[in-house]
């Protein structure tokens, strides 16, 4: 952490603010409604949203996770979604 401070690739104030803004697991299964073995899958297929592995633990960023929440935003149930806001025809 001290070496990219000192680089002036991140600054304390900002590592600071973006700790406080990961959330836990058990905060992405309250705030998406997503099981913990779904999360797990999604990491692992590269279809969730993006994450930190720190040490044994893992976080989502807020921002992160609202992004992604609304790249799955639909405005149909029978048209697939090339998540640009388009409906795509099958």
Not at 2 to 7: D, H, K, P
Not at 23 to 38: H, I, Q, V, Y
């Amino acid at each position: 952490m001290r070496r990219l401070a000192a680089a002036g690739a991140l600054n304390v104030t900002s590592l600071s603010e973006a700790l406080l803004n990961l959330l836990t697991l058990d905060e992405m299964t309250a705030a998406t409604g997503l099981s913990r073995s779904t999360l797990a899958k999604r990491r692992c297929d590269g279809t969730g949203p993006a994450f930190f592995k720190i040490g044994r633990q893992v976080k989502y960023d807020r921002a992160d996770v609202d992004a992604w929440m609304l790249s799955r935003r639909r405005t149909s149930t029978w048209t697939a979604n090339d998540n640009t806001g388009k409906a795509v025809t099958a």
